[in-house]
C-alpha cells in the first residue's frame, strides 16, 4: 500500500491583495519548476504527487484578518486547482489553528498540534516561508519528531522560496533544504555514536573533507 503524501503550509501574514503571485525559480531541485503561485507548497506538490496519490494538506493558520483572507481568498482556490489539475485523492484541508503571538507556550502548543497530525505512514513534505521568525523552527522540530518517533514516516522535500520586493525578478527563488534536515539528524547520530572527530566526518559528508583528517 502507497504511503499518503502530506504537505504543510504556514499561511502568510500580508495585507489583503498584497499578495502576489510570483514565479519562483528552482534552486537545486527541477522537480519544483512551476508557473505563478503564491504559496511555495504548490510547486512542491506539483513536483512530487502523481496522478492517484493520495494527498494531505496541512496549513497553518494564525488567529487574524489578514491570515484568513490569504487563505479563503488564495490558498484554498490554489490547493483545489492544483488538486484537480493532478488527479489527486484529496478531502479537506487540516487546519492547524494558532494564535497570532511568539510567547514559547504559543510555539510549544503549535509543535505538539503539527505532531499531532502526522500521521503513521506518510511522506512529509513542508514549506518553511511564511511564519514568524520561530515558525520554521517549530515546523523543523515538528518534522524531526515525526521522523524519528512515527511510524513509518519519511521527510520527502522542504523548502523556502524567497521573495525580493524590487524589480528584480531573477532573484525570486525556491529552495530545496531537505539536506539541512537530514544533517540535524546525522550531527544527532554522530553524538550517539560518541565519534572520536565529528567535524571531520561531517566535512567527509559533505565533500569538503580531507580523508586524513
Known amino acids: 500500500m502507497s504511503k499518503t503524501k502530506t504537505f504543510i503550509s504556514v499561511i502568510p501574514y500580508q495585507p489583503t491583495d498584497m499578495l502576489k503571485p510570483v514565479t519562483y525559480k528552482p534552486r ?43 487563505y479563503e481568498t488564495y490558498f484554498i482556490p490554489e490547493i483545489d486547482a492544483i488538486v484537480k489539475e493532478k488527479n489527486l485523492d484529496y478531502n ?5 489553528t494558532t494564535a497570532d503571538s511568539e510567547d514559547i507556550e504559543t510555539q510549544l502548543k ?3 498540534d503539527i505532531i499531532a497530525a502526522i500521521g503513521d505512514d506518510e511522506d512529509v513534505y513542508a514549506c518553511i516561508t511564511y511564519g514568524t521568525k520561530p515558525t520554521p523552527i517549530v515546523e523543523s522540530m515538528a518534522l524531526s519528531y515525526a521522523y524519528k518517533l512515527k511510524k513509518n514516516v519519511s521527510i520527502g522535500c522542504i523548502v523556502y522560496g524567497r521573495f525580493t520586493h524590487n524589480d528584480n525578478n531573477d532573484n525570486n527563488g525556491i529552495y530545496d533544504t531537505t539536506a539541512l534536515f537530514y544533517m540535524d539528524s546525522i550531527v544527532n547520530r554522530l553524538a550517539e555514536m560518541k565519534a572520536p572527530n565529528p567535524e571531520a566526518a561531517v566535512k567527509m559528508m559533505l565533500g569538503i573533507g580531507d580523508v586524513n583528517e
Do not use: H, M, Q
Not at 507548497?41 to 484578518?65: C, F, M, Q
Not at 479537506?92 to 492547524?96: A, L
Open 110 to 112: 503549535l509543535f505538539s
Open 28 to 70: 537545486g531541485n527541477s522537480l519544483l519548476e512551476y508557473g505563478e503561485t503564491r504559496f511555495p507548497i504548490i510547486p512542491v506538490i506539483n513536483g512530487y504527487a502523481k496522478s492517484g496519490d493520495k494527498v494531505r494538506i496541512i496549513a497553518i493558520l494564525t488567529d487574524g484578518e489578514n491570515f484568513k483572507y490569504n
Open 92 to 96: 479537506i484541508i487540516d487546519v492547524i
